[in-house]
């Protein structure tokens, strides 16, 4: 794992923090753990655990559905936008049709988008400036104006 934050970020520079992870388990604590530490200078409005959850959530995907032929890692990215807090994760392969699930009361999985669809202000997925699969989240009123 790797990490890399913004000590001053500006209109000019909405960045504020990344981590790169290896597409392994262990990989899913650790990103809410990190983003948790990363964060909390920033002091944000919204709730932190929500934003944890769904990161726990899209780093599980990008696990799971993530390809590549060589090594490959996840990339977990936080921005400043205006009051928002958005938060993007991208992963290697060709760019994935990311749809919201509804499951039966019985079915394992499917569930990760329908927690994101109903906590963040709204959801995006699409084609990564890295290459592959991003899918990010917003929070509004992260901060105040």
Do not use: Q
């Not at 990363?38 to 780093?59: G, Q």
């Not at 696990?63 to 996840?74: F, K, P, Q």
């Not at 509804?102 to 906590?119: F, N, T």
């Amino acid at each position: 794992m790797t990490y890399r934050f913004n000590r001053c970020p500006s209109e000019e520079s909405p960045w504020l923090g990344t981590l790169t992870l290896h597409p392994i388990p262990e990989s899913v604590p650790r990103a809410r753990r990190w983003f948790r530490k990363f964060i909390a200078p920033y002091n944000p409005a919204c709730s932190v655990d929500d934003c944890a959850l769904m990161i726990s959530e899209l780093v599980t995907n990008a696990i799971l559905y993530g390809r590549a032929d060589e090594e490959w890692c996840v990339r977990v990215e936080w921005f400043r936008e205006g009051t928002s807090l958005r938060v993007e994760v991208h992963n290697p392969g060709f760019p994935v049709n990311v749809r919201l699930r509804r499951p039966d009361a019985d079915d394992a999985h499917g569930r990760g988008l329908l927690l994101v669809d109903s906590i963040a202000e709204s959801w995006h997925s699409g084609p990564s400036r890295f290459g592959g699969t991003v899918v990010s989240f917003l929070m509004a009123d992260a901060w105040p104006a």
